[in-house]
């Protein structure tokens, strides 16, 4: 396994089966051009078999954090370690840019990410609810 960072918008294309619709141009230009936005691609024999993305929060009073914001690995490349890989590479990535911590919003029965999280040292930090606002049409 091979996990590197995404530098391109065709790259992201490549990778698109990993995501939850087609990765649209535009937007992946965007994300990429943002010096706060990371996206990691784990490759198995040259097929990209992983991602996670991660966006850089900073506030006036507590710095700069990391949040995973998704990951994702392919159904063939299940239970293999990559996506524990791949929060690890995000997590030394954070360290490496000075971020005082990491965090992800995770459902709480989504059995498989929460033991990917544990593995990687994810510490449980409570219950909470999270609402959201639809600003546009689907």
Known sequence: MDIRRARSAAELAAA???????????W????????????????????PAGMVSGVEMT???????????????????????????LTLALADEARARGCYGMWVGVDTDNEAALATYASAGAEDEGVFSMRGWPLRDA
């Open 16 to 26: 698109e089966d990993l995501f939850d619709g087609p990765a649209r141009t535009e």
């Open 28 to 47: 992946s230009e965007l994300f990429l051009a943002r010096s706060g936005h990371l996206m990691l691609i784990a490759y198995v024999d040259g097929v």
């Open 59 to 85: 506030h006036p009073d507590k710095g700069t954090e990391m949040c995973l914001y998704e990951l994702s690995v392919g159904e063939g490349y299940r239970r293999r370690g990559i996506g524990r890989a």
